[in-house]
């Protein structure tokens, strides 16, 4: 099973991604981790990405696209992959196209998590977390059974981030509008577009998933 994951910041994919590496044992492809790590790694691939990087510019479809194919090679045929923040454009959706039919895969689905705009940036900007423990919480939704004490750890420090503010969120909702705009009707013309509601809880997100998955 090869899918794509697709919802803008907030919508809960990399929850659901480690859900799914964890109990379908599927490998979370990650351009944004991959690329990190390579350039660490001091590859000759890496050092191309570490000059491009440095110098503030962004990596090319060349260069992206033959990150994933050299993780996809060293994987099982039978391993299933999630795809995530990959594609984001036509040229690169084409691209995985070639790259996937090259190494007899499918993409089963495109699974993209609907939200409602302003539900999503109440929840993104009203959330905060425990410093000593990461557990969440939410100004509207979850507070800590005690006033600025963690519910799990019993800290009394918490922290928020610093982009979680509401220009930071709409702009970053705008700009994933921007890139999903033009690769949903490629994958849409071939009929593995599903929707799930990604404002429901995280349980029933994650049924709706399983739900396209075994469909």
Known sequence: MN???LGPPGAGKGTQATRLV???NMVQLSTGDMLRAEKNAGTPLGDRIKAVMDAGELVSDEIVTQLIDDRLAGLAPEQGVIFDGYPRTLAQAQSLDALLDARDRTLDYVVELEVDEEALVKRI????????CG???NDNYKQPIKADTCDVCGSHEFKRRADDNEEAVRTRMAEYRAKTAPILPHYEAKGIVRRVDGMASVETVSKGIDAVLDG
């Open 22 to 24: 964890k109990e379908r």
């Open 3 to 5: 899918i794509i994951l």
């Open 135 to 137: 557990a969440l919480y």
């Open 125 to 132: 900007t009203g959330r905060f977390e425990c410093v000593a």
